[in-house]
T-cell receptor, first 113, second 112 residues
Framework: DTGVSQNPRHKITKRGQNVTFRCDPISEHNRLYWYRQTLGQGPEFLTYFQNEAQLEKSRLLSDRFSAERPKGSFSTLEIQRTEQGDSAMYLC???????????FGQGTRLTVV | GENVEQHPSTLSVQEGDSAVIKCTYSDSASNYFPWYKQELGKGPQLIIDIRSNVGEKKDQRIAVTLNKTAKHFSLHITETQPEDSAVYFCAASLNYGQNFVFGPGTRLSVLP
């Protein structure tokens, strides 16, 4: 499978715990995006990487959120001290600068209890 | 920043009929407009896209039109089938994909 891969698919955590999600983009895609989607809404932009550089962050991304993309390959999104409001689907997408089209993974559904 | 509106929020059509979903955007500098289909529990799937230098693009039963002057673009699905039932999202992007702002979505139901 050469699509965008996200792990885990589902995560249930207690409020206050830290969680980390992983995204493996399509091979050779140099752009990587993180989005958050709540039920009945469109995806909301969180952050964007070009290679290993984090070029843009939404103001939705509070200090409790951090994303990395070491070596410009896979990316991780960490949420510290989770709150119930963090419950959502976290989506990762990748694209290449040449072809532009962004392809999404299946998402990680986070439930904070 | 960019703002994308989408109408209608829900749409029901009979199998075989056409469906049209409309979006407007606010930033005249946006230059790339993809459409995504999302089924329950899955990630959005890119179905068609259009760049600002093109007015219309077609792929089998799906077409997208863009009016830059009015800042709106539309998705047209002809000969709808039950498997077309899903939530459809439009999006607008600056710099050909540096960031995507999504509309709120349209839930399409194709009735057999």
């Amino acid at each position: 499978d050469t699509g965008v891969s996200q792990n885990p698919r589902h995560k249930i955590t207690k409020r206050g715990q830290n969680v980390t999600f992983r995204c493996d983009p399509i091979s050779e895609h140099n752009r990587l995006y993180w989005y958050r989607q709540t039920l009945g809404q469109g995806p909301e932009f969180l952050t964007y990487f070009q290679n290993e550089a984090q070029l843009e962050k939404s103001r939705l991304l509070s200090d409790r959120f951090s994303a990395e993309r070491p070596k410009g390959s896979f990316s991780t999104l960490e949420i510290q001290r989770t709150e119930q409001g963090d419950s959502a689907m976290y989506l990762c997408a990748s694209s290449s600068r040449q072809t532009v089209e962004a392809f999404f993974g299946q998402g990680t559904r986070l439930t904070v209890v | 920043g960019e703002n994308v509106e989408q109408h209608p929020s829900t749409l029901s059509v009979q199998e075989g009929d056409s469906a049209v979903i409309k979006c407007t955007y606010s930033d005249s500098a946006s230059n790339y407009f993809p459409w995504y289909k999302q089924e329950l529990g899955k990630g959005p799937q890119l179905i068609i896209d259009i760049r600002s230098n093109v007015g219309e693009k077609k792929d089998q039963r799906i077409a997208v039109t863009l009016n830059k002057t009015a800042k709106h673009f539309s998705l047209h699905i002809t000969e709808t089938q039950p498997e077309d039932s899903a939530v459809y999202f439009c999006a607008a992007s600056l710099n050909y994909g540096q960031n995507f702002v999504f509309g709120p979505g349209t839930r399409l139901s194709v009735l057999p």
